[in-house]
C-alpha cells in the first residue's frame, strides 16, 4: 500500500539508517544473468503483496525465455525512511514509489533511468498520467500503476441505525460530529503514529479554504507558512480536533482503520486502500465514503487527493548495467503499463484503481465505481502533501510540525514561524 512513514533523512546527507536488506539488491552480482529482474517492493503488507505476486507471476508466465522476477518486499514504513540511501547504494533493477513531485526529485538527482523511449509504445494512458510520469527534463521515468482518491470513509450500517446524512459543508460535518459524540461514538478515527495520516486531513482543509494552487505553490516553497492563509486552516483544524481520537500520535492507521470496522468510531478520513485493508471481505460492501466538506464555497469540493503509485528503474542497480538485463527490466516495464496486467493486479486487490483506459472496469465495486466518479468529477487532483513538496521539507519539517499541533494545537503562531524558518533554509539548498 502507499501511505505510509516518508523518508525520514531524505534528503543527501539524512541520518536514517537503512537496512542491509534493503541496500542489497537481490541480483546475482554486477549484470545480473540477463533474465532475473530483481524488484524492490515496498508493498509489505499481505493484501497487495499477494496481489503483486499474482501479477509477477502471470508475467513470468507470459514473457517466455527464462525471464522471471526475483522481489525484494521491505517493510513500507523502513523503505521510505530509507528511500535516498537505498537508490545511492545498491538498489534493486526496478522499484516501487510515486508519480508527480516526488518522481522529479530523484529524477532530477540522477537517480533514475529515462524511460522515454518504451512510453512512446505505451496506450491507455492520459496525457495527466504521462505528465505525473515526466521529470523536469520532458523525460518519462515511471510506469503509473493505480491511484486510490482520499475521502471521508463510514460504515453504511452505521449511518443507517443512526439517520446520518453525509455532510456537505464545514459546519455540517462538525454537527454530524457533535451527534455521533452524544451517540457514545469517537465520531473521527484519527492517527498519526505513521507520520503521514494526518497530511491528508491537513491538504483538504487547505485546498477546501484557499484552493488548489495555493496548495501547489505553498508545497513548492513560494507562499510563506506565516500567512493567514495557513493560520486559517490550522484555527479550521483546531475546530475538528476535540471530536477525533484523542492520542493520535501514537496510534497507527491500521489500529484506527480497525477502529472504524468495529463500529468504534463513525467517520476517518483515509485513501481507499486503508480501511479497505482492515475490513473482512464480507464486510467490504457496508464501507462507504462521501468527499471531504466545502468550507470556501469558491473553492467548493473541486480538488481531489488521488495518489498515483507506480515501477522506476533505478540508475545505480548494476544488473542494469547488463544490456540483456535492461531488456528484460524494460520489458517487465512494459507488461505492467498494460489494462491486463492491472486487471490481474487489481482482482486482488480491489482497493485501488486502475490508471489505464485499457483496463476492465466491468468487475469493479460499487465503491471502486464510486472512487473513479470522485476523481472523475474533480477539477483539479492532488498527490498528496509529501508528494507534492519536497522529500527532505515533508520529512524532517512537517512530520514534526504535524504532530507538534496535534499534541498542542493552541500555539499556531509559534508553529508557523518554525515551519516558516526551516522551510527558507531548505528551499534555499535548490
Not at 486559517?232 to 475538528?240: A, C, K, Q
Amino acid at each position: 500500500m502507499s501511505r505510509r512513514d516518508l523518508l525520514r533523512g531524505a534528503a543527501a546527507g539524512a541520518g536514517a539508517v537503512a537496512l542491509p536488506s534493503l541496500l542489497t539488491a537481490c541480483g546475482s552480482g554486477p549484470g545480473g544473468d540477463g533474465r532475473t529482474v530483481t524488484m524492490g517492493s515496498n508493498s509489505s503488507d499481505p493484501v497487495p503483496k499477494k496481489a503483486f505476486a499474482e501479477a509477477f507471476r502471470a508475467y513470468e508466465k507470459q514473457a517466455g525465455g527464462g525471464r522471471r522476477i526475483k522481489v525484494n518486499t521491505v517493510d513500507h514504513n523502513t523503505f521510505q525512511e530509507n528511500i535516498n540511501r537505498y537508490l545511492q547504494g545498491k538498489p534493486d533493477d526496478v522499484f516501487m514509489w510515486f508519480a508527480g513531485y516526488r518522481m522529479q526529485f530523484f529524477a532530477k538527482k540522477g537517480l533514475l533511468y529515462d524511460i522515454s523511449d518504451i512510453w512512446k509504445g505505451f496506450e491507455g494512458f492520459s496525457p495527466a498520467l504521462k505528465d505525473q510520469s515526466t521529470g523536469e527534463d520532458g523525460k518519462q521515468y515511471l510506469v503509473p500503476y493505480y491511484y486510490y482518491p482520499w475521502a471521508v470513509f463510514h460504515r453504511k450500517s452505521v449511518f443507517s441505525k443512526y439517520g446520518y446524512e453525509a455532510p456537505g459543508t464545514l459546519d455540517d460535518y462538525i454537527a454530524l460530529a457533535r451527534q455521533m459524540k452524544k451517540d457514545k461514538l469517537v465520531p473521527i478515527a484519527f492517527c498519526d503514529k505513521d507520520g503521514w495520516p494526518a497530511m491528508g486531513t491537513f491538504d483538504y482543509i487547505n485546498m477546501r479554504t484557499n484552493g488548489y494552487e495555493f496548495h501547489k505553490s505553498l508545497m513548492a516553497g513560494r507562499e510563506a507558512w506565516t500567512d493567514k492563509r495557513v493560520r486559517e486552516v490550522f484555527d479550521t483544524w483546531r475546530r475538528i480536533l476535540p471530536y477525533c481520537h484523542e492520542g493520535a500520535n501514537g496510534r497507527t492507521w491500521q489500529e484506527a482503520a480497525t477502529s472504524l470496522q468495529k463500529r468504534e468510531t463513525g467517520m476517518a478520513v483515509f485513501g481507499l486502500p486503508h480501511p479497505g485493508a482492515q475490513f473482512p471481505k464480507a464486510e467490504q460492501d457496508d464501507l462507504d465514503f462521501f468527499p471531504f466538506p466545502e468550507i470556501n464555497p469558491e473553492h467548493g469540493q473541486d480538488a481531489v487527493e488521488a495518489p498515483i503509485d507506480g515501477f522506476l528503474l533505478a540508475k545505480k542497480s548494476k544488473n542494469l548495467k547488463n544490456k540483456k538485463t535492461m531488456e528484460s527490466a524494460k520489458d517487465l516495464l512494459s507488461w505492467l503499463a498494460t489494462g491486463k496486467a492491472e486487471d490481474i493486479y487489481l482482482a486482488g486487490d480491489p482497493n485501488n484503481i486502475a490508471v489505464s483506459d485499457r483496463a476492465d472496469t466491468s468487475t469493479y465495486t460499487p465503491i471502486q465505481k464510486k472512487a473513479v466518479a470522485l476523481v472523475s468529477g474533480a477539477r483539479q487532483i492532488s498527490q498528496f502533501l509529501d508528494r507534492d513538496t519536497r522529500p527532505d521539507f515533508s520529512s524532517t519539517v512537517m512530520i514534526p510540525a504535524i504532530q507538534k499541533f496535534i499534541s498542542n494545537p493552541n500555539d499556531v503562531d509559534g508553529l508557523v514561524n518554525d515551519i516558516e524558518s526551516q522551510k527558507k533554509t531548505i528551499f534555499a539548498s535548490d
